[in-house]
């Protein structure tokens, strides 16, 4: 037994650990990310015997090389324990039909995604982003497929407008659709403009919330000194996205984050997923 402690994900029965283990650093796609298979695996499993059981990845990252990483890693795990989620819409290829949320990607990619984790059903399919260049209609009939034909447990979604979101909520409604069992927005201490966007519909509908970056890309665990030179080999070194969290404004927040985290006796990063 561990001391990890477990919830509902949203208004679902699907029992998850509260902490997520984002699995985009598994791969080799780019220059912060492990690069490394054997040392992934070892966090994995450091990660599984903490009681960590939710495992959070996307056919994207690294072009499935995430996938496949996670897949090895629960080959000799007890699979009923376990939640897994996986995403849709970023190209698999150059081709037309290898990306976006047709019914043909999503279904092809489900299978492909499933051979990949090396399991026979996903736990919970999430559309990664809106494609405005199909009808809402077809993406929930696809994903309504994959529930009636056991393939897929759940299903969710992630950054978009709150208008959009609503729509699709309203839409599995209206249409007797398998409905978005939970929301994956950016989400923490120095990105929260989703408080005025996603959160509140998640809040009013019983989704539930599993933000990504929740450590702001490293940014809140302290790694990072105003006024120093940034670390070899970190990835705000390589990824703008990073390195544009260096505001005053979010310098002055991972202060006060210090602060409480020392009165603690923790790590910043600590403090904030707590």
């Known amino acids: 037994m561990t001391d990890m402690e477990y919830t509902y994900l949203g208004d679902t029965g699907l029992e998850v650990s509260r902490l997520c283990l984002g699995c985009m650093n598994f791969g080799s796609s780019a220059e912060w990310m492990m690069n490394d298979r054997q040392a992934s695996l070892d966090l994995l499993d450091s ?89 809402i209609e077809e993406t929930l009939s696809a994903l309504d497929h994959l529930v009636e034909e056991g393939l897929v447990r759940y299903v969710g979604a992630s950054t978009m407008s709150s208008y959009q979101f609503t729509k699709a909520l309203y839409t599995a409604d209206v249409e007797n659709l398998e409905r978005f069992a939970c929301m994956q927005p950016e989400y923490n201490a120095v990105d929260r403009h989703e408080e005025a966007n ?60 210090r602060a409480i985290a020392d009165e603690k006796g923790a790590t910043p990063g600590a403090g904030v997923a707590r």
């Open 47 to 135: 990660a599984l015997d903490a009681g960590i059981n939710f495992l959070d990845t996307a056919n994207a990252y690294s072009r499935g090389e995430s996938e496949e990483i996670v897949g090895e890693a629960i080959a000799e795990r007890d699979r009923e324990e376990l939640a897994i989620a996986t995403k849709v819409y970023f190209p698999m290829g150059d081709g037309p039909n290898k990306s976006g949320l047709s019914r043909k990607h999503i279904i092809d990619q489900a299978h492909a995604s499933l051979d990949r984790l090396g399991t026979d059903y996903i736990d919970l399919y999430q559309i990664h982003r809106w494609d405005d260049g199909v009808p």
């Open 198 to 257: 996603l959160l509140p519909v998640c809040e009013g509908e019983g989704v539930g919330v599993v933000p990504w970056s929740p450590l702001a890309g490293g940014f809140l665990t302290g790694k990072y000194e105003r006024d120093a030179e940034v670390p070899a080999g970190t990835r705000a070194n390589s990824d703008e996205y990073t390195s544009n969290r260096f505001t005053d404004e979010n310098w002055a927040v991972l202060d006060a984050i």
